[in-house]
Antibody, heavy 125, light 108 residues
Framework: EVQLVESGGGLVQPGGSLRLSCAASGFTFSSYWMSWVRQAPGKGLEWVANIKQDGSEKYYVDSVKGRFTISRDNAKNSLYLQMNSLRAEDTAVYYC??????????????????WGQGTLLTVSS | SSDLTQDPAVSVALGQTVRITCQGDNIRFYYANWYQQKPGQAPILVIYAKDNRPSGIPDRFSGSTSGNTASLTITGAQAEDEADYYCNSRDSSGNHLVFGTGTKVTVL
């Protein structure tokens, strides 16, 4: 059974830092791209970042570029999100998610097929 | 634009059919996926790669695409289908994922 369990959320002051973790099990972690997605209270889903299987490619939404760093440790089946210079608008539930892929000819379709239960980050003084 | 636009809310009578749409320029290139989210829960994937259902998703959920618009149809809506639904695809760079604005489905 695929399981993704996030941890590390909490209350942080503006300008502070925090690292989120996601422990994966039930699948070959090193074979999948992984993503972080967040959801501010009462708002919609926002993709934050993703990382290739070997960590060689990473992409970020513009609003976190330069402040957040996604990483992974395939030996530990773990995904991380280092968050620096936190702002009030970063307050959200953060989900880690596995990226599945389907190929239609030359088109690569990516989807998030398994999600963790999320961890809450609150940025407030 | 990389935006994916959805109607904020729709309602459907129990047992009837409802269609939710998602409009965005990149859907014609990257197709769309659909997620269901109930209050206090993580999203779950209900349709991927335009019209595929993951294992365990009832066949009353179906997907389709026409041009830059993707649709999720619930045929014979059940009370447990009341939830928020989000579409997702890729942006014009192909490297970033984007989500739609979300549609709240109410089953009457």
């Amino acid at each position: 059974e695929v399981q993704l369990v996030e941890s590390g959320g909490g209350l942080v002051q503006p300008g502070g830092s925090l690292r989120l973790s996601c422990a994966a099990s039930g699948f070959t972690f090193s074979s999948y791209w992984m993503s972080w997605v967040r959801q501010a209270p009462g708002k919609g889903l926002e993709w934050v970042a993703n990382i290739k299987q070997d960590g060689s490619e990473k992409y970020y939404v513009d609003s976190v570029k330069g402040r957040f760093t996604i990483s992974r440790d395939n030996a530990k089946n773990s995904l991380y999100l280092q968050m620096n210079s936190l702002r009030a608008e970063d307050t959200a539930v953060y989900y880690c998610a596995r990226q599945g892929v389907t190929i239609f000819g030359v088109i690569i379709i990516t989807y998030l097929d398994y999600w963790g239960q999320g961890t809450l980050l609150t940025v407030s003084s | 634009s990389s935006d994916l636009t959805q109607d904020p809310a729709v309602s459907v009578a129990l047992g009837q059919t409802v269609r939710i749409t998602c409009q965005g320029d990149n859907i014609r290139f990257y197709y769309a996926n659909w997620y269901q989210q109930k209050p206090g829960q993580a999203p779950i994937l209900v349709i991927y790669a335009k019209d595929n259902r993951p294992s365990g998703i009832p066949d009353r959920f179906s997907g389709s695409t026409s041009g830059n618009t993707a649709s999720l149809t619930i045929t014979g809506a059940q009370a447990e289908d009341e939830a928020d639904y989000y579409c997702n695809s890729r942006d014009s760079s192909g490297n970033h994922l984007v989500f739609g604005t979300g549609t709240k489905v109410t089953v009457l």
